[in-house]
């Protein structure tokens, strides 16, 4: 949760590297995964089964290993979209309604729960808060 102004602004400048260095490890699994979903366009991204099977394991193998680095599908899956969403907030061309959309939301309303979740703030004040301290 932020606290005051100084670590909002310390948020806001690590905010996406904040996503991505939980992926440091380049040639772990979940790094494969995460770069694989995040090359994806649309979100059309493969089932679990799929993706073990792209990366030529089987689902048990796959499921394990991602759990000996700390990660579950689905949790790879949510940091993709946490990451699009921080990036897709730095277009002002966007509305908050498209980003929610592009980021697999179905409502605008649940992705600004989960956005401020993530960071104690609406999409729109990040937005703003961006723009104030020089994107």
């Known amino acids: 949760m932020i606290r005051n102004f100084a670590s909002l602004k310390q948020f806001l400048r690590q905010a ?29 991204w493969p089932s679990q089964a799929q ?41 002002a061309r966007l509305s908050i309604a498209e980003i929610a959309a592009r980021c697999g939301f179905q409502e605008p309303s649940a992705f600004h729960r989960a956005f401020r979740q993530w960071t104690g703030m609406s999409p729109g004040r990040y937005r703003a808060a961006r723009a104030k301290d020089g994107g």
Do not use: W
């Not at 759990?67 to 979209?81: N, P």
């Open 51 to 91: 993706m073990a099977a792209q990366l030529t394991l089987s689902e048990s193998a796959f499921r394990r290993q991602l759990e000996r680095e700390g990660f579950s599908y689905q949790m790879i899956k949510h940091e993709v979209r946490r990451a699009l969403a921080f990036e897709c907030l730095d277009d």
């Open 16 to 44: 996406p590297e904040g996503v991505v260095v939980r992926f440091r490890n380049r040639s772990g699994l979940s790094a494969k995964v995460y770069r694989r979903l995040k090359a994806c366009s649309d979100l059309d």
